[in-house]
Nanobody, 127 residues
Framework: QVQLVESGGGSVESGGSLRLSCVAS????????MGWFRQAPGKEHEGIAL????????TYADSIKGRFTISQDNAENTLYLQMNSLKPEDTAIYYC????????????????????WGQGTQVTVSS
């Protein structure tokens, strides 16, 4: 059973930075897609950054492109999300999610594809 545990959330002022971490366990190979999603109050889950673990290929939502960077540390089974130039509209619960695979599916940032989810970490950006 794949388990995902996020950390690194917090409260920052507009323009600040945070780095989220997601430690993964319970799988035996790198044939997974892993990504970051968020849910703001009253809104649906939004996929924002995705990586094919075996190749390092990435894709981003337009809303965060150029500000957020997804990366991995294979030795530590950890996925990161570096968030810079944060805005109040980035306030949300951020989730790490994963699915088996080695290629991007159609509409890869759609939450419906993802089987495994972490518990989430709160990010609050004040103006």
């Amino acid at each position: 059973q794949v388990q995902l545990v996020e950390s690194g959330g917090g409260s920052v002022e507009s323009g600040g930075s945070l780095r989220l971490s997601c430690v993964a366990s319970g799988y035996t190979d790198s044939r997974f897609l892993m990504g970051w999603f968020r849910q703001a109050p009253g809104k649906e889950h939004e996929g924002i950054a995705l990586m094919i673990i075996s190749t390092g290929n990435t894709t981003y939502a337009d809303s965060i492109k150029g500000r957020f960077t997804i990366s991995q540390d294979n030795a530590e089974n950890t996925l990161y999300l570096q968030m810079n130039s944060l805005k109040p509209e980035d306030t949300a619960i951020y989730y790490c999610a994963a699915k088996p695979g080695v290629v991007f599916p159609p509409r890869p940032l759609s939450p419906a594809w993802y089987t495994y989810w972490g518990q989430g970490t709160q990010v609050t950006v004040s103006s």
